[in-house]
């Protein structure tokens, strides 16, 4: 990855994304996704990660970014972040990168870059805008249901609202859930994030205030 202009500063928020090479589906089936996600959970650390390392024994140990929120779509992907050490976003996202382009090039047969190009960021400098990042991000799946939704009104509000609430490849499914083992990944560190919500019923009506506004 090259080099960026202005390093990423700990403590500090950031939206990354990143899509495949001219547009490209990157994400197939079921088990692609849910193996970013893996990858998303294992690549948290400083340690040098191996295969024959990653077993229900396998211990992280500190993690290098915290993760508030995520979506993965068909060609592309979303993370909050928050980085927690010197490095830490530029680690993060070089392994989980690197190991899903080995393993999505060695399940299909295919040489070359997967990716666009390095992975974009924003850097969220203020309350608001870290508050409309967490409503863009879930709000995505939106477009697997309607995929001009921000520009003319949509017939399909109630639709498009129970897809994005059992989209299982975003962070949105989690924050919605009980949490139970089933749903819950251990990716998000939530509670470094502010708490702009109390309850979950809460965080459902302003994001959906989101949808409806650009819908209505």
Request: charged share 30%; aromatic share 18%; proline share 2%.
């Amino acid at each position: 990855m090259g080099l960026r202009k202005q390093p990423f500063v700990v403590g500090e928020y950031y939206h990354l994304y990143n899509r495949g090479v001219e547009k490209r589906k990157i994400f197939l089936d079921k088990q692609d996704y849910l193996h970013f996600l893996y990858l998303m959970y294992v690549g948290n650390t400083e340690k040098n990660i191996k295969t024959r390392d990653l077993n229900e024994h396998f211990d992280r140990e500190e993690t290098v970014v915290d993760i508030g929120a995520y979506c993965l779509m068909p060609n592309h992907f979303h993370i909050l972040v928050k980085e927690k050490v010197d490095n830490g976003i530029s680690l993060f996202m070089r392994k989980i990168l690197t190991a899903y382009s080995m393993y999505f090039n060695l399940k299909y047969k295919r040489t070359g870059r997967l990716y666009e190009n390095t992975f974009k960021s924003s850097h969220i400098g203020n309350d608001r805008y870290l508050k409309y990042i967490f409503a863009y991000i879930h709000l995505n799946p939106a477009k697997l249901i309607e995929k001009n939704w921000k520009e003319k009104p949509s017939k399909k509000i109630q639709d498009i609202i129970k897809f994005i609430e059992t989209y299982e490849y975003s962070s949105f499914y989690e924050y919605t859930s009980s949490l139970s083992a089933k749903k819950a990944r251990n990716i998000l560190n939530a509670d470094v994030f502010p708490r702009y919500f109390n309850t979950i019923d809460d965080y459902k009506d302003e994001l959906f205030d989101w949808l409806t506004y650009y819908t209505g």
